[in-house]
């Protein structure tokens, strides 16, 4: 069943056409951490970015390869774009921005980014 987020202020706004994800990702990063993400992946074409691609910054870092996207309006990072190790289109949503989702439900799964 397809899932909707947001930004906080409401500017940016996604749907995903997929079951919301069971599973989640937490990154010690020195971006994720400070953002507190809980990240699923999904590929690109089951996301649809519904409104506010005029408010959208991009933060990169690094091996500049994660297009970080932000509201301008109110800071929040609702995903990201990047690649899967075949080259493979994928975004990389914040369940934070997912009212639905129950994050106390979802199993975490820690990357080591912060070594990576």
Do not use: W
């Amino acid at each position: 069943m397809p899932f909707e987020g947001s930004c906080h202020c409401g500017a940016v706004t996604f749907r995903v056409d997929a079951d919301a994800p069971a599973q989640a990702i937490t990154c010690n990063c020195s971006h994720c951490r400070r953002k507190g993400t809980v990240l699923a992946f999904f590929p690109a074409d089951r996301f649809e970015l519904t409104a506010g691609e005029d408010a959208l910054r991009t933060y990169t870092f690094n091996t500049h390869r994660i297009e970080h996207r932000f509201c301008s309006v109110c800071g929040t990072q609702p995903f990201a774009f990047g690649s899967m190790p075949d080259g493979s289109p994928v975004r990389a949503v914040n369940l934070r921005c997912v009212p639905a989702i129950d994050l106390d439900a979802l199993e975490i799964k820690r990357f080591d980014g912060a070594s990576a």
